[in-house]
């Protein structure tokens, strides 16, 4: 089977976002995400959304122009997000998105440093990591929740805790969403955009 492909647009340039989903051993789609140049050639491959094959690099791929927009048509651009996630993969890539979606994008690698980053600015929204070392995800959010100035502020889960009691888990902590990895960028941006509506 030929691996599929699709380019992203976004109105912010350079560097718009590819993505690639390939069969697998299991015959399951792998998805990559990496940004390429104006010839569509894939100049860096950012994170493989199922933690595993990365595309190669250099490698021209069949472009759609068609730009991923939420299922509302709405873009809540220039609103402010916060993504904590221990792994800078993860964080680049979310974040990478997320600007060329039109947001302004503030990381932190550690529940601590994102505390510490919200005492002095207001986030319209937050997305975190659950399984996080010395402070998890579930802590942050029942934290924030705790606070006049979050006790409203959309909280969206990215983990790769997938059971049906980690979700119900992540709202009674306080997440408006929980989200499992690998990320799909148009479910993450069709969430964003709803809960910032």
Not at 10 to 21: G, L, R, S, V
Not at 26 to 44: C, H, Q
Not at 56 to 84: C, D, E, H
Request: aromatic share 6%; charged share 25%.
């Amino acid at each position: 089977m030929e691996a599929l492909a699709r380019r992203i647009i976004w109105p912010i340039q350079p560097a718009p976002f590819w993505t690639m989903a390939e069969p697998s051993q299991a015959n399951k789609p792998l998805d990559t995400i990496g940004i390429s140049n104006d010839a569509g050639v894939a100049i860096k491959t950012l994170a493989a959304l199922n933690h595993g094959a990365l595309a190669k690099p250099n490698a021209k791929r069949s472009f759609s122009k068609q730009p991923m927009r939420s299922r509302r048509g709405t873009r809540a651009y220039g609103q402010s997000i916060l993504i904590v996630d221990d792994v800078a993969d993860v964080t680049e890539m979310i974040a990478l998105f997320l600007k060329h979606a039109g947001f302004k994008v503030t990381t932190a690698n550690s529940a601590d440093s994102a505390l510490r980053l919200t005492a002095d600015t207001h986030f319209d929204l937050i997305i975190s990591d659950i399984g996080m070392p010395e402070m998890n995800g579930y802590e942050l959010a029942e934290s924030l929740r705790s606070r006049d100035d979050y006790s409203h502020t959309p909280l969206i889960a990215v983990t790769g805790y997938t059971e049906y009691d980690d979700r119900g888990r992540s709202l009674r902590a306080g997440f408006n969403a929980h989200l499992t990895k690998p990320i799909n960028p148009s479910r993450l941006l069709e969430i964003v955009s709803e809960l910032l509506d």
